[in-house]
């Protein structure tokens, strides 16, 4: 991904970043904390830009993934999530971390691009014997139900049971306490279920 376009539009300087950028911010800041690297980005550092591009792009592009289903647009909702998050960074909360703030904002960013594409015609794959429902988040049908899910549903069952974030991390995320991620979990994942399950004939209405 080039890092032209993560540039944040208000404190940033306006650099424009060479090929070699990527290198040499592995090599002079890889080793640095989210937080020294977030002031850095506010001081207009394209390289540790691109440190954090690198530390938390899989994760994030998990998250795209699970709700996009092909790899194209996954890549693509990835780079705009990094590109709003880093244009926004004065507004970044201190107190999350920043790989679960960028999924949050690659959240919105999928469920727009969901919202203009056409229906799709796959057919839902059959279900794995024995298997908990959101535990499939690679699967047609399973992808289907998540998007239908209301947002902050989404948000917690991709947190937790994807990247396996902990109560506390989502909570920070979210602004909310700890008891109501747990309570929103288990919420979600019951509507997840019982979806789920109705999608492929298992379930009643």
């Known amino acids: 991904m080039d890092t032209t376009a993560l540039a944040p539009s208000d404190s940033a300087a306006s650099t424009t970043p060479q090929t070699h950028g990527l290198a040499a911010a592995r090599s002079g800041a890889e080793g640095a904390p989210d937080g020294s690297l977030l002031d850095r980005c506010l001081a207009g550092d394209l390289q540790a830009m691109a440190v954090l591009l690198e530390r938390h792009r899989d994760p994030v592009f998990r998250a795209c993934l699970a709700l996009m289903g092909r790899r194209e647009d996954a890549e693509d909702a990835t780079q705009e999530a990094f590109v709003r998050a880093f244009r926004s960074l004065g507004r970044f ?4 971390t920043f790989r679960t703030w960028v999924i949050g904002i690659a959240l919105n960013v999928c469920r727009s691009s969901l919202r203009r594409r056409k229906p799709c015609e796959e057919l839902p794959e059959a279900p794995v014997a024995g298997a908990d429902p ?7 049908a399973t992808r289907a139900v998540l998007s239908s899910l209301p947002q902050e549903s989404q948000q917690v069952l991709l947190l937790r049971c994807l990247e396996g974030c902990s109560y506390e991390e989502i909570a920070e995320a979210l602004g909310c306490a700890e008891s109501a991620v747990k309570d929103r979990v288990f919420r979600a994942r019951r509507l997840f279920r019982q979806r789920y399950l109705k999608m492929m004939g298992e379930g009643t209405p």
């Open 93 to 96: 909360r201190r107190g999350c």
């Open 134 to 140: 959101e535990r499939m988040l690679g699967q047609v």
